[in-house]
Structures are given as C-alpha cells and as structure tokens.
C-alpha cells in the first residue's frame, strides 16, 4: 500500500472532483481509476482497459490528457490520489472496502447524513443491489442507522484492522475498482452538498 500523506478534507475532495470534471473528458470515476492504475500501479492501456471494461480510446484519452494537465494541477492531483489509503477485506460473503485517513469532521458528516450519502453513491454506482451497508470508525466502528444485530459481525471482524477517520463500504454484490472511485465522487459530492456549508 502507498504511504499517507496526510487526512484527506472535504476541500482535498472538492478540488479533486473539480480537476477531473474540468480536465478530463470522462466519466470521474472512470478517469480516476485510469490515472490511479496508469501512475500508481504501473499499468498499460491495454490491461486498463480490460480490467475496466472500457474501450482504450477512453482510457488513451485519460493519459493524454493527464501529460497535458499544468504542474500545478498535476501535484494537485497526484497529492490527492496518493494520499488515498484504500484496505480490501472479506467478511462472509460480503466484500469490504475501507477508505482513510480522513478528517474527523468528514466522517462525522458521513455519520450524521448517511442516508443522503447513500443516496449519492447509488447514483453515482447507477445500481442500488451493490451497495448493503455504510460505516465509519472515529473512535470505534458503527454503521449508522443499521441495526445492531445486522452490524454486530461486521464490527467484531472489522473493528480491530480498521484505522481510525475511515469510512466502510460493504458491498452486497462484487463490485469493480471503479465502483470504489464512485466512493470519492460522492464524498465529493457530499462535502458540496452539505458537509462545508455546516462548517
């Protein structure tokens, strides 16, 4: 895994919606899976393209735009990016992705709006049957709004490897790299929504 380069806020996630919104022609979560595979994995564009099911003029078009990006909106971007720790687990049947360090208050926003993030995600994924629960650990692991006896299990696999400020997707059904990209376009798209302006 990359190393953190520091919590990750809502005006890091702003900024990095805004980049890609304004410099790539592409679907958000698309160009940022490319560019996260291209820069940090060492990935081609053939592989890219056959690992996202996209055809490689979408993902040709995503490199070439990013070696013509400005150095400024080029380490904007990258800092972002790389800042990102994502973890992968299993519990049962159920595939997890956990998404740190974030800010204290950007998690507390995620806990206090769920359901509005929710909302956002299942319309960035465009499928409500692969997303089953939403959680977040500042101090201890909770899933907002679920009851205890659906959670409990999750909490006692998860609770111990999880870092602090993290946010905890469960995925009800497999899901691709792109769907976790959707992840950070609706963090997004929350902290616009709502977070900073209770800030």
Same mark, same amino acid.
């Given at each position: 895994?990359?190393?953190?380069?520091?919590?990750?806020?809502?005006?890091?996630?702003?900024?990095?919606?805004?980049?890609?919104?304004?410099?790539?022609?592409?679907?958000?979560?698309?160009?940022?899976?490319?560019?996260?595979?291209?820069?940090?994995?060492?990935?081609?564009? $053939? &592989?890219?393209?056959? %690992? !996202?099911?996209?055809?490689?003029?979408?993902?040709? /078009?995503?490199?070439?735009?990013?070696? *013509?990006?400005?150095?400024?909106?080029?380490?904007?971007?990258?800092?972002?990016?790389?800042?990102?720790?994502?973890?992968?687990?299993?519990?049962?049947?159920?595939?997890?992705?956990?998404?740190?360090?974030?800010?204290?208050?950007?998690?507390?926003?995620?806990?206090?709006?769920? $359901? &509005?993030?929710?909302? %956002? !995600?299942?319309?960035?994924?465009?499928?409500?049957? /692969?997303?089953?629960?939403?959680?977040? *650990?500042?101090?201890?692991?909770?899933?907002?709004?679920?009851?205890?006896?659906?959670?409990?299990?999750?909490?006692?696999?998860?609770?111990?490897?999880?870092?602090?400020?993290?946010?905890?997707?469960?995925?009800?059904?497999?899901?691709?790299?792109?769907?976790?990209?959707?992840?950070?376009?609706?963090?997004?798209? !929350?902290?616009?929504?709502?977070?900073?302006?209770?800030?």
């Amino acid at each position: 895994m990359r190393e953190a380069v520091g919590e990750i806020d809502c005006q890091a996630l702003i900024e990095l919606y805004r980049l890609v919104k304004e410099y790539f022609d592409e679907d958000p979560a698309t160009a940022l899976t490319t560019i996260a595979l291209y820069k940090f994995e060492g990935l081609g564009r $053939v &592989y890219i393209s056959k %690992l !996202l099911n996209v055809p490689e003029r979408r993902v040709r /078009r995503v490199v070439e735009l990013l070696s *013509k990006l400005g150095e400024e909106e080029y380490e904007a971007l990258m800092r972002v990016l790389h800042g990102i720790k994502i973890d992968r687990k299993t519990v049962g049947r159920y595939e997890v992705t956990v998404f740190y360090p974030f800010n204290t208050r950007l998690v507390e926003c995620v806990a206090e709006k769920v $359901v &509005y993030f929710r909302d %956002l !995600l299942v319309i960035n994924l465009g499928d409500f049957k /692969r997303l089953f629960m939403i959680g977040v *650990k500042i101090g201890q692991l909770i899933f907002p709004l679920v009851p205890d006896e659906i959670s409990r299990s999750f909490v006692e696999s998860l609770e111990p490897g999880t870092s602090p400020n993290s946010i905890v997707i469960v995925w009800s059904s497999p899901h691709s790299l792109v769907d976790e990209a959707s992840v950070l376009v609706s963090l997004s798209n !929350l902290c616009t929504g709502f977070c900073v302006k209770t800030w």
